[in-house]
């Protein structure tokens, strides 16, 4: 069935550091690609997403590129910041318009120290 | 607007008693969810809505059951609590619309004793 994976966490950085989050997925077809975030305390938040191949989704300094040909979908910052640390979810949607559902990835928590 | 909101923010629930987690939502979308989360396993699917009306299962659907009177509603009930329940329950919401947004609430965070 449909999965995705996740590098696994805790990851800690320093500020400023360059952050990367791998994501990989099995799916039939080519389904929409999802990053969301959760911050202490909340629900997820949708954090950038690309629905077909090549597509890159972009949102707060966050990318992400759909990558067919290594079914990936890694997450990258340039230059983190305290405030991103959080937990970060790769997913993807599955099903037909109107019964479609997420498949997410178990998380990955990122802590960023000053 | 308010978006997605749950009740209540927490509970302490002695095993074998009935619990039901309401989430209403004021955007007047088709598709509703519930999830719980547990550390290490992410999210996992519990039961859905398509549509007011109709509910189906996910991937951990034992022990719990939904209904969808209406549009805006979608309570989870835990018929009999056990201790394995122990999680924090998530709701969520999407338009029909192909690629649509999922929307979450804020959770709650269920202890079962």
């Known amino acids: 069935g449909d999965s995705v994976t996740q590098m696994e966490g805790p990851v800690t950085l320093s500020e400023e550091a360059f952050l990367t989050i791998n994501c990989t997925y099995t799916a039939t077809g080519y389904p929409s690609l999802f990053w969301y975030v959760q911050y202490p305390g909340e629900g997820l938040q949708l954090l950038l997403k690309?629905?077909?191949?090549?597509d890159k989704g972009s949102n707060k300094g966050f990318e992400a590129t759909y990558r067919k040909e290594t079914t990936s979908f890694h997450l990258e910052k340039g230059s983190v910041q305290v405030s991103d640390s959080a937990v970060y979810f790769c997913a993807l949607l599955k099903g037909n318009a109107g019964a479609q559902k997420l498949v997410f990835g178990q998380g990955t928590r990122l802590t960023i120290n000053p | 607007i308010a978006g997605i909101t749950q009740a209540p923010t927490s509970q302490i629930l002695a095993a074998g008693r009935r619990m039901t987690l309401r989430c209403t939502q004021d955007?007047?979308?088709?598709?509703m969810y519930w999830y719980r989360q547990d550390l290490g396993l992410g999210l996992r699917l519990i039961h859905y809505s398509n549509t007011a009306g109709t509910t189906g299962k996910g991937e951990v659907p034992d022990g719990y059951s939904v209904s969808r009177a209406n549009t805006d509603d979608f309570p989870l009930t835990l018929a009999s609590a056990v201790p394995s329940q122990t999680s924090v329950y998530f709701c969520?919401?999407?338009?029909?619309?192909?690629?649509?947004?999922?929307?979450f609430g804020p959770g709650t965070r269920l202890l079962v004793l």
């Open positions: 955007m007047r979308h088709n598709a």
């Open positions: 690309a629905t077909k191949a090549d």
């Open positions: 969520a919401s999407r338009g029909l619309a192909p690629q649509e947004t999922q929307y």
